[in-house]
């Protein structure tokens, strides 16, 4: 079993690995959390994480053996760096490799990117080869879309407003897990699995697998409320995707590929893990 863990990154989903972990702290099965990061600003924005026993590891992503230090009698580390700078990932897994961690979590947490072959799903594959090419032990962790995040206004659901705002047809079968549901299946399966258990492993997870078009019937269902629903064409994601839009191409994608994060789930390595459904996360 694991004891030590590095998180690096306290944002979209950071934060939430953050809190999981120190519950397993206060409970004795984390002895050492290191948040990762650039700014030492972190510690007066979150001052109860160091007030529970985090400790701040600061470093320098130019500098190896500022990382290699903080990495230091760490046996697992969690990545969860933006997916905008998915290869700045590798000065992490060189000063990893170098300070002798068991695993390293590289940030996936969304759709599988086996066979991606574009945009960022392609620099996550590419970058759990080069955890292959350096012999540096992984985990990889799909979980679908984050049911909190994608089905918000940022793209384009304001069920407060009535409006919905989607790319695509609807009907593509996507994996939803609600942002705590992945760090508590994170933080209980990382803290109970041996690292050589879990070795070049691929956890597929998912809270409940459905479709735009779905979530809109099962909303207005529930609440009795008429939503006013607007489908972005296909065509019109594609040019955006070409010019660097990064919610175009991930609507694209969607709805090209679906969003699935496979039939082979890993959800009963936490036997009473109990998801929320999609309707009770928005409605």
């Not at 650039?38 to 924005?45: L, P």
């Not at 066979?115 to 970058?127: I, M, N, Q, R, V």
């Not at 209980?188 to 492993?201: C, G, Q």
């Not at 459905?210 to 972005?232: H, P, Q």
């Amino acid at each position: 079993m694991s004891s030590t863990f590095a998180i690096v990154g306290s944002g979209s989903l950071g934060a939430f690995l953050i809190n999981e972990f120190l519950t397993y702290k206060a409970a004795g099965a984390v002895t050492t959390l290191k948040i990762i990061s650039r700014s030492e600003t972190i510690k007066s924005t979150n001052p109860e994480w160091f007030a529970k026993g985090a400790e701040l590891a600061q470093v320098d992503y130019t500098n190896e053996s500022s990382i290699v230090a903080a990495f230091k009698d760490v046996d697992v580390v969690i990545s969860t760096i933006g997916s905008r700078v998915v290869d700045q990932q590798e000065a992490l897994a060189n000063a990893a490799k170098a300070a002798g961690v068991k695993l390293f979590v590289p940030s996936e947490y969304g759709v599988d990117t086996e066979s991606a072959t574009s945009g960022p799903f392609l620099a996550k594959k590419k970058f759990s080869e080069f955890l292959k090419e350096i012999d540096l032990q992984y985990v990889k962790i799909f979980t679908g879309l984050w049911t909190d995040y994608c089905l918000s206004p940022f793209l384009g659901w304001k069920f407060a407003e009535g409006k919905v705002t989607f790319g695509g047809s609807g009907d593509a079968k996507l994996s939803f897990t609600h942002r705590t549901d992945v760090a508590r299946y994170i933080a209980y399966v990382l803290t109970r699995t041996p690292p050589s258990e879990l070795a070049w492993k691929v956890l597929r997870i998912q809270g409940e697998l459905t479709s735009f078009n779905k979530i809109v019937a099962d909303y207005e269902a529930k609440t009795g409320k008429k939503l006013e629903v607007t489908r972005t064409p296909r065509e019109v994601l594609a040019e955006g995707a070409g010019q660097g839009d990064i919610i175009a191409f991930l609507y694209y994608e969607w709805d090209v590929h679906g969003g699935s994060v496979g039939s082979h789930l890993s959800n009963d390595l936490y036997p009473d893990w109990n998801p929320k459904s999609v309707i009770d996360a928005v409605a």
